[in-house]
Nanobody, 122 residues
Framework: QVELVESGGDLVKPGGSLRLSCAAA????????MAWYRQPPGQQREFVAA???????AYADSVKGRFSISRDYANNMLYLQMNSLKPEDTAVYYC????????????????WGRGTQVTVSS
């Protein structure tokens, strides 16, 4: 019911900046929150940042002060502004949307995008 497509991944030098975008399509109601995860080479997927429908945000310690998550409700877009990038930020970045399975339900389902590659290297 929810389709997520990430974009904006690129090769960037250490200390540089990059903004990732996640476009949501299809049914996009009852979204309780959205988030960014990443999977570094040879590692498991890890949490990066999240934003609740009410606007509250959370960040992994590794990106606090450097990354900023935001959402454009009018255009169903999720963004991740990444500054002061480090080589260890290299990963495939995934967009996630959490949606209630039905109105007024506490049950949720996560939807994932296919990812966009971010490479931080000199």
């Amino acid at each position: 019911q929810v389709e997520l497509v990430e974009s904006g991944g690129d090769l960037v030098k250490p200390g540089g900046s990059l903004r990732l975008s996640c476009a949501a399509a299809g049914t996009f109601d009852r979204i309780t929150g959205m988030a960014w995860y990443r999977q570094p080479p040879g590692q498991q997927r890890e949490f990066v940042a999240a934003i609740a429908s009410g606007g509250g945000t959370a960040y992994a310690d590794s990106v606090k002060g450097r990354f900023s998550i935001s959402r454009d409700y009018a255009n169903n877009m999720l963004y991740l502004q990444m500054n002061s990038l480090k080589p260890e930020d290299t990963a495939v970045y995934y967009c996630k949307a959490t949606r209630r399975t039905r109105a007024f339900s506490s049950d949720t389902r996560d939807y994932w995008g296919r990812g966009t590659q971010v490479t931080v290297s000199s």
